[in-house]
């Protein structure tokens, strides 16, 4: 069984930056797709970005390009989204996931990030 465990979220300010982590534990964290996703109040869980687990390549939903960057560390089996000019409208849950098929998997609990304006 797999188990993600998110960390770093919080309250900052617009213009703030913060770092989510994502520690894994189960399986051979380099092996799989990973990815961040996010949810706000009254809206449906949405894509952020992903890494795959080839060649580290990574994707980013084009609200978050060149303010985000996912980045992994295979030693720490830890996922990280550093997160850059923050907005208001980027305030909502953080899901880390694991994709071990055609789809993601396992799902951390959510770390909430808060922008303030």
């Known amino acids: 069984q797999v188990q993600l465990v998110e960390s770093g979220g919080g309250l900052v300010q617009a213009g703030g930056s913060l770092r989510l982590s994502c520690a894994a534990s189960?399986?051979?964290?380099?092996?799989?797709?990973m990815g961040w996703f996010r949810q706000a109040p009254g809206k449906e869980r949405e894509f952020v970005a992903a890494?795959?687990?080839?060649?580290?390549?990574?994707t980013y939903t084009d609200s978050v390009k060149g303010r985000f960057t996912l980045s992994r560390d295979n030693a720490k089996n830890t996922l990280y989204l550093q997160m850059n000019s923050l907005k208001p409208e980027d305030t909502a849950v953080y899901y880390c996931a694991l994709r071990a098929g055609s789809q993601y998997d396992f799902w951390g609990q959510g770390t909430q990030v808060t922008v303030s304006s």
């Open positions: 189960g399986r051979t964290f380099t092996n799989y797709p």
């Open positions: 890494i795959s687990w080839s060649d580290d390549s990574t």
